[in-house]
Every structure is written in structure tokens, then in C-alpha cells.
């Protein structure tokens, strides 16, 4: 079974992660920058949804991968991590993120990279668990993160690492709408379907133009102090 399925639902690009948690790792991370590739070379109306299978969205960073298999990438692999939450911020389609699930440290950014995000309500969580797990964020991701929240959402989503569920996290802006299970995707799609006549071009230009500062952090890849804790785990 593939990494990442993409298939169309008339003007939009379902992207599926199937790799259970969908960790990032060397092979997830390649094949999401596949599936951007193809969305960025098509033509004519044209949004993007992103979700995950069952309990999750994603788990963020593949640790175990990244002390194992991945050890000698260190802190090259968030770098790339880095840059595809980067292509996904300012991607020149309207993009929704389907939250079916769990949505953890780097997964809860891919979320956010997103233009809109519709979560389920009953179960699942959104959560910045950096300040628990001991690995301090590189500056593109806070970037990331406070270009798309409430300055005291931001706060306390990083300095208390507290799970969110759907509900509230809709209460406090995290995500636009919170629904039953069965209703994520088709929810998802719909508000991508709305969107997808818009002009790329100008769609992209009015994108980079509201997230500039927070795309070029992660473009330029700077670590900071996560860049020890990566090396840690290497």
C-alpha cells in the first residue's frame, strides 16, 4: 500500500496519508513532496484536501526513524520537514485539512499549514507537545504556528502542550469547523470544491504575501536550539 494516495474528486486533489500515525519520515516526506508536484503541474480549477485513515492525522516526526534508520540525516531531515510545511503554506490552490484524528506536534502544523482545517468533533486531538517531549520548536515552525493562531491560543497551544479536541479547538479558532466523523472529509472537500475556481496566480501571490515571513523560515531551514535535540536522537 502506498505512503500517500491522491486521487480527484472533480476540481480537487484528495490527498490521503496511509501510513497509520503518518509520521514524517525520509519515505512519507518524499512521497508528500510527490504529491505537491503532481498538484502544482495541473492546470485548470484545482484545491487540495489533506486527511488521514481512522485515528489519525498525523504524529508529527518519526523519532524511532529518526534514531534508527535515520540516524546520520540528524538535523537535515527537520530541515526538509521544515520546507514541505513551507510548500503547503503558500501552495498556489486552496487547501483544506481534514482532521479525522490525532494532529501532534508536526502533524498539528501540517494542519495548520493549511488554508482551512474542519476537525472531528468526538474524538481525536490537536496538540503541541513540544514543551513535554523536551524538543525545543526551530524557528520556522514558530513561525508557522504564530502566523495562524491567536496570540494567547499560541501561547498556551506551545508553553502548556495541552490536547484539544475538536470542539474546543473550533471554540478557539484552531480549526473553522468541528463535525461528526462521517462529515470531515465531505466537509472538507466541499469548502475546497467552493474555492477551487480561484485564480493561482493571484491565489499564491495573496498567500506569500500573508505568510511570507513564516514561509522564508522554513525555506531557509535555520534550527536553533532543535537542532541539538535533533542530533540527540540521531
Same mark, same amino acid.
Given at each position: 500500500?502506498?505512503?500517500?494516495?491522491?486521487?480527484?474528486?472533480?476540481?480537487?486533489?484528495?490527498?490521503?496519508?496511509?501510513?497509520?500515525?503518518?509520521?514524517?519520515?525520509?519515505?512519507?516526506?518524499?512521497?508528500?513532496?510527490?504529491?505537491?508536484?503532481?498538484?502544482?503541474?495541473?492546470?485548470?480549477?484545482? #484545491?487540495?484536501?489533506?486527511?488521514?485513515?481512522?485515528?489519525?492525522?498525523?504524529?508529527?516526526?518519526?523519532?524511532?526513524?529518526? !534514531?534508527?534508520?535515520?540516524?546520520?540525516?540528524?538535523?537535515?531531515?527537520?530541515v526538509d520537514v521544515m520546507?514541505?510545511?513551507?510548500?503547503?503554506?503558500?501552495?498556489?490552490?486552496?487547501?483544506? %485539512?481534514?482532521?479525522?484524528?490525532?494532529?501532534?506536534?508536526?502533524?498539528?502544523?501540517?494542519?495548520?499549514?493549511?488554508?482551512?482545517?474542519?476537525?472531528?468533533?468526538?474524538?481525536?486531538?490537536?496538540?503541541?507537545?513540544?514543551?513535554?517531549?523536551?524538543?525545543?520548536?526551530?524557528?520556522?515552525?514558530? !513561525?508557522?504556528?504564530?502566523?495562524?493562531?491567536?496570540?494567547?491560543?499560541?501561547?498556551?497551544?506551545?508553553?502548556?502542550? @495541552?490536547?484539544?479536541?475538536?470542539? /474546543? #479547538?473550533?471554540?478557539?479558532?484552531?480549526?473553522?469547523?468541528?463535525? %461528526?466523523?462521517?462529515?470531515?472529509?465531505?466537509?472538507?472537500?466541499?469548502?475546497?470544491? %467552493?474555492?477551487?475556481?480561484? /485564480?493561482?496566480?493571484?491565489?499564491?501571490?495573496?498567500?506569500?504575501?500573508?505568510?511570507?515571513?513564516?514561509h522564508d523560515a522554513l525555506?531557509?531551514? #535555520?534550527?536553533? @536550539? !532543535?537542532?541539538?535535540?535533533?542530533?540527540?536522537?540521531?
Amino acid at each position: 500500500m502506498p505512503l500517500v494516495d491522491l486521487r480527484r474528486d472533480g476540481d480537487v486533489f484528495v490527498l490521503t496519508m496511509r501510513a497509520g500515525e503518518n509520521r514524517f519520515n525520509r519515505a512519507s516526506v518524499n512521497a508528500l513532496n510527490e504529491a505537491l508536484d503532481t498538484v502544482e503541474a495541473s492546470s485548470g480549477p484545482a #484545491a487540495l484536501v489533506t486527511t488521514g485513515e481512522e485515528k489519525f492525522f498525523s504524529n508529527g516526526l518519526d523519532l524511532t526513524w529518526m !534514531a534508527g534508520d535515520g540516524s546520520s540525516e540528524g538535523g537535515r531531515f527537520v530541515v526538509d520537514v521544515m520546507r514541505l510545511l513551507g510548500r503547503f503554506l503558500v501552495l498556489s490552490v486552496p487547501t483544506v %485539512a481534514a482532521v479525522n484524528g490525532h494532529a501532534f506536534a508536526a502533524g498539528g502544523m501540517l494542519a495548520l499549514a493549511h488554508d482551512w482545517r474542519v476537525m472531528r468533533a468526538d474524538r481525536g486531538f490537536f496538540c503541541l507537545p513540544e514543551i513535554d517531549i523536551q524538543f525545543p520548536l526551530a524557528p520556522g515552525m514558530t !513561525a508557522l504556528i504564530a502566523c495562524k493562531l491567536s496570540p494567547l491560543v499560541f501561547r498556551d497551544a506551545i508553553l502548556t502542550g @495541552a490536547r484539544i479536541g475538536g470542539t /474546543d #479547538a473550533q471554540t478557539i479558532g484552531i480549526v473553522d469547523e468541528a463535525v %461528526a466523523a462521517d462529515d470531515v472529509l465531505p466537509r472538507a472537500i466541499a469548502r475546497a470544491t %467552493a474555492l477551487a475556481s480561484k /485564480d493561482r496566480a493571484t491565489y499564491g501571490a495573496l498567500k506569500r504575501g500573508m505568510y511570507g515571513t513564516a514561509h522564508d523560515a522554513l525555506a531557509g531551514g #535555520a534550527l536553533g @536550539a !532543535a537542532e541539538d535535540r535533533a542530533s540527540s536522537r540521531a
